[in-house]
């Protein structure tokens, strides 16, 4: 059942066989954008931020030097490392001075599992596995918490960008195919300068019970907008909703003004 390698995980063959955790949260964000994004009508724009991330990700995994080779972006004309990816490095150096880190780094790289979520087919793509434990690697901004505009609220950085989600799903998926309910943990570091901060973050159990409560009531749905069963919603503010708006009528100023009060 099983054909997944690390060359067609991200296939569009595989993106629409599967539900992964990022296209779960991308449709949680917007679901309109989400199938654009499976149907290859959309790609999500690689920032700065993202492509450091990816750098140290793929340090982690043993692929730097095939990464280098398909992101020529990050060296200047001179064929030097830009200053944000030198960064990057000194990243990479911290962490390997702590063991802790390096030890919960040192698990099998980019295990691949597939299973089924509410009937669901899923896949993951874990870090570094342990028979013990599950362990993702993040590289961050900072751990401040973030403004999250649809909840009003503002949240810790692991519950903005969803990683109590991905970890539900990790563990969900991996107890399917071991038998075994494993701790989730994040390997998280700052790009921070001139210190990155990294912390070891094991998501209590009670968080990843919920998050699955989560994803068990909504996969369902979104299998069915993949499927074309359910017309998907359109958020309204992002990229992609922006770039295919029609307008159908006039708005009011005053209403435009008690959408931004709330901000
Ligand atoms: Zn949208």
Redesign the pocket.
């Known amino acids: 059942m099983n054909n997944i390698t690390s060359e067609n995980y991200f296939s569009s063959e595989n993106n629409l066989k599967y539900m992964g955790s990022s296209q779960f949260k991308a449709f949680q ?5 989400a199938l654009a994004e499976i149907n290859e009508e959309y790609v999500r724009p690689m920032s700065d931020a993202l492509l450091i991330g990816s750098f140290v990700d793929a340090y982690f995994e043993g692929t730097l030097d095939s990464f280098k080779e398909n992101h020529p972006e990050v060296f200047t004309q001179k064929g030097t490392l830009k200053s944000q990816y030198q960064h990057a490095e000194y990243i990479i150096q911290r962490v390997e001075r702590d063991p802790k880190f390096m030890l919960y780094m040192s698990g099998e790289k980019q295990k691949i599992f597939t299973g089924k979520i509410s009937g669901v087919p899923f896949k993951i793509k874990v870090d570094s596995y342990h028979p013990e434990c599950i362990v993702d690697l993040k590289c961050i901004k900072d751990f401040k918490s973030k403004w999250n505009d649809s909840k009003g609220i503002k949240e810790n950085f692991a519950f903005y960008w969803g990683y109590h989600i991905q970890g539900a799903i990790y563990r969900e998926i991996v107890r399917q195919n071991t038998g075994n309910t494993l701790n989730f943990l994040l390997a998280a570091v700052t790009k921070e300068k001139p210190e990155p901060d990294f912390d070891l973050i094991n998501v209590d159990e009670n968080i990843l019970d919920e998050a699955l409560d989560e994803v068990k009531s909504l996969a369902p749905r979104f299998q069915k907008i993949k499927n074309g069963e359910i017309i998907p919603q ?9 770039r295919t708006k029609v307008l159908s009528k006039t708005v009011n100023l005053s209403d435009l003004c008690e959408v931004y009060e709330v901000e």
Request: hydrophobic share 20%.
């Open positions: 964000k917007c679901e309109a954008a359109r958020c309204g503010k992002c990229p992609w909703c922006r």
